[in-house]
């Protein structure tokens, strides 16, 4: 079988896939990872092969790697279904994102009808992956990276539709995808925005209440292949603390949103009896001008590689931090950042018991070392994040995810080349 992903090209949005791309290789299929071709060593570095595609997004990857245009980030994706009084305006929002990635279908038609892929998998924002699989007869689905908020949206969508007897011609989504789907004489049809299937790498109580096909999958944590650095093999002499904010995103707004400076929140946990390693982007890192003995100041280390030597994790709220959290049991204390769902995040990992949900308009240097001195000396945290680590067991693993998927996808019969004797 050949698997073809489409991956919006950001780190936290490749690493989820990592682990189920490995589990089709080491099955015996053939992989390809098609994403910006500036982003391509986000998949190399895997030991995946990449499709360079979407040359023509450049104003997305820039977004990566400019410190200025992610401190410019709102929160207008962030969806809390049980507040959902702006729905509308963040539909709006979410379809012209959608439909920024329609210079990418060329390039993916392009490679499709040259490699033949037998099923092409999406990351929810790459709906021109899906169109390509349609042009070229492979089967396709989406891979999610968090809650399906596009997935929720469009039921909202529907429903107000239906609602007021609204016409096909007053559902705007057919217009804003018609430049994809007319070159190719395509129709739209509901499978190009949510896929034939879903592959959902979220817990099962955090999955929104939607009548969709949804495959789960154990979320196993990847967050990159540096070489590990020596210290990280230590067993530390205190409890080791790590602080991290994510590899982008929102995240990192958390100290000027609360109101508080990072070097006053080193300098306050340093107070308690732990070793604090915060890994957070260099222009935090270089505000802080005495770094007491107790931390460690690192730019960036993954996740997987010390967490397994840590005893609490403070970051912001981020899927896949929380996923790595919970695969090494260490407890968190979230303190959450909006931007796509993260306060439903926040609130299932407090309400299992796996830690504490401190609101960033509550963030002080005395409370966030309170609350952490609570994590870390009650034992009922280490209770509830033992319990979530169940949880996160009881989900196909990433090896029966790919015997699902062969039972669902059939393989084009082989394709060789005449030879002439």
């Known amino acids: 079988m050949r698997v073809l992903f489409s991956v919006f090209p950001a780190t936290a949005h490749v690493h989820p896939i990592v682990p189920l791309a490995w589990a089709l290789q080491n099955a015996g299929h053939e992989v390809r990872v098609a994403i910006h071709p500036d982003a391509t060593h986000l998949v190399t570095e895997a030991g995946l092969a990449a499709v360079p595609a ?12 400019n410190f200025e245009k992610l401190e410019a980030l709102t929160d207008f ?11 509308a305006e963040q539909w709006r929002g979410t379809t012209g994102m959608l439909a920024r990635f329609t210079p990418m279908l060329d390039d993916l038609v392009d490679f499709c009808e040259r490699w033949r892929p037998d099923l092409v998998l999406w990351d929810p924002f790459c709906v021109a992956a899906a169109v390509a699989a349609r042009v070229t007869g ?11 908020n596009i997935g929720w949206l469009r039921a909202k969508s529907r ?23 007319k070159p190719y004489g395509l129709e739209f049809t509901e499978d190009l925005l949510l896929g034939e299937w879903t592959i959902d790498p979220m817990p099962a109580a955090l999955r929104l209440p939607l009548d969709l096909t949804y495959q789960p999958i154990r979320r196993v944590p990847y967050n990159g292949n540096p070489a590990p650095q020596p210290w990280t093999h230590d067993r530390p002499e205190r409890p080791r603390v790590l602080l991290t904010l994510g590899v982008g995103g929102r995240g990192r707004q958390l100290f000027r949103e609360a109101g508080v400076t990072f070097a006053e929140v080193v300098s306050g946990l340093s107070e308690l009896d732990i070793e604090l390693i915060a890994t957070l982007h260099a222009k935090h890192l270089d505000t802080v001008r005495n770094v007491p003995d107790n931390v460690r100041l690192v730019e960036y280390v993954p996740l997987n590689h010390v967490l397994s030597t840590c005893s609490a994790l403070i970051h912001h709220g981020g899927g896949g931090t929380f996923a790595a959290a919970v695969a090494h049991r260490v407890p968190q204390l979230i303190t959450p950042m909006p931007m796509w769902g993260e306060a439903i995040t926040a609130r299932h990992m407090a309400e299992r018991g796996a830690g504490l949900l401190l609101d960033p308009r509550e963030l002080t240097v005395g409370t966030l070392r309170e609350r952490l001195a609570r994590v870390l000396t009650e034992p009922s945290f280490q209770e509830g994040t033992d319990l979530l680590h169940r949880e996160m067991l009881e989900a196909p693993s990433p090896h029966d995810t790919v015997r699902r998927l062969e039972s669902l996808v059939p393989s084009r019969p082989a394709q060789r080349r005449a030879v002439t004797l």
Do not use: I, K
């Open 77 to 87: 994706m962030a969806l809390d279904a049980d507040h959902d009084d702006t729905w």
């Open 54 to 65: 979407g040359s023509r997004l450049d104003d997305v990857m820039e977004w990566n790697d």
């Open 138 to 148: 492979a089967r396709q689905a989406r891979f999610l990276w968090g809650q399906d």
């Open 159 to 181: 429903a107000a539709l239906a609602e007021r007897s609204a016409g096909a011609d007053e559902d705007p989504l057919p217009a804003l995808m018609s430049p994809m789907l």
